[in-house]
């Protein structure tokens, strides 16, 4: 792996939220302390996405790392859309379902990418908390 997918994945690792292409080339710029450009980042993401180390989250066109990258499956983000966490969950009877479902209609599967809006446990619960309990909140 070349230094750059490494510091890639580094940077990725620290982070909880997706982050756009544009986004990473920036702070890696800031990390290398030399300018990344944005097309080179692509490039990184790119391979790191094709090894299944990152996942690209396309209702955000952003990467986050993957949580599961041990195996090439299907992958169900659940994308909050108040805070923008991401939650990577594995269904594997969904994956099945779909694939027949597309082999059905006579469709060959290049790429499945499932993804939920919504809101996560946390958010709910910080909306739920009565003000009384504003002192428990991150
Ligand atoms: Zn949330």
Request: hydrophobic content about 40%.
């Amino acid at each position: 792996m070349t230094p750059l997918r490494r510091e890639l994945l580094d940077m990725l690792e620290s982070q909880q939220k997706p982050l756009g292409a544009y986004n990473i080339a920036e702070r890696l710029s800031a990390r290398l302390k030399r300018r990344i450009a944005p097309a080179a980042a692509y490039r990184g993401l790119d391979f790191l996405v094709e090894m299944g180390l990152v996942a690209r989250l396309e209702c955000r066109n952003a990467f986050i790392l993957s949580a599961f990258p041990d195996c090439l499956h299907d992958c169900i983000f659940l994308v909050c859309k108040t805070c923008d966490r991401v939650e990577e969950i594995v269904d594997h009877d969904v994956a099945t379902l779909l694939e027949d479902d597309a082999k059905n209609a006579g469709f060959i599967t290049e790429r499945r990418v499932i993804e939920i809006l919504g809101q996560c446990k946390s958010c709910l619960t910080a909306e739920n908390d009565p003000p009384s309990a504003m002192n428990h909140r991150q």
